[in-house]
């Protein structure tokens, strides 16, 4: 989305999601998520939500160079990894050391229905590790996962924007 942004600012919702191949809803979902971390503005027009790039975001060039780079690497795949505030609590409880489930259950305040589905996309995602009943955080394979990783783990994430 922001590499799309940047190519043609001044988007509405079903433009991007056009663009891109996905559903209204998924655009608009993910575009609120932007908007709400500083990485592009809203504007109004009629009944139509536009969407620019906010230039004046100090991390939109580093964004921008960490979808530019990932080349192959399905960036959407890896970025939406972190752009649930559960599986950020989850990145940043093991940043510190391997945790079984239930402690991380009890140290992030997550359901263990939900924690089991916020799990599973980290583990195929590549971020998280599983052995027996521990989990740990791990480099992924890919750049992208690595910057994004970093990035997440900064102290101004999605949830506190």
Known sequence: MLECLDRRPNRCVKEIAEALG???????????????????????????????????????????????????????????????????????????????RGTLCIKT??????????LGKLVRRGFVRKVGEVFWLQDPECALGRKWI????LEFTPAQV
């Not at 192959?72 to 409880?93: C, D, G």
């Not at 970093?150 to 783990?153: E, F, P, R, T």
């Open 22 to 100: 996905i559903a209204d809803n998924v655009a608009s979902k993910n575009l609120q998520f932007l908007a709400s971390a500083g990485f592009v503005t809203q504007r109004h027009v009629g009944k139509y939500l536009y969407y620019a790039l906010d230039e004046q975001d100090e991390l939109l060039v580093p964004a921008l160079g960490l979808v530019k780079e990932s080349g192959k690497e399905q960036p959407m795949f890896m970025v939406t990894a972190t752009t649930h505030e559960r599986r950020i609590k989850i990145i940043a409880a093991l940043n510190d050391e391997p945790v079984k």
């Open 109 to 118: 305040h997550i359901s263990p229905e939900a924690m089991n589905r916020q």
């Open 150 to 153: 970093k990035l997440a783990l």
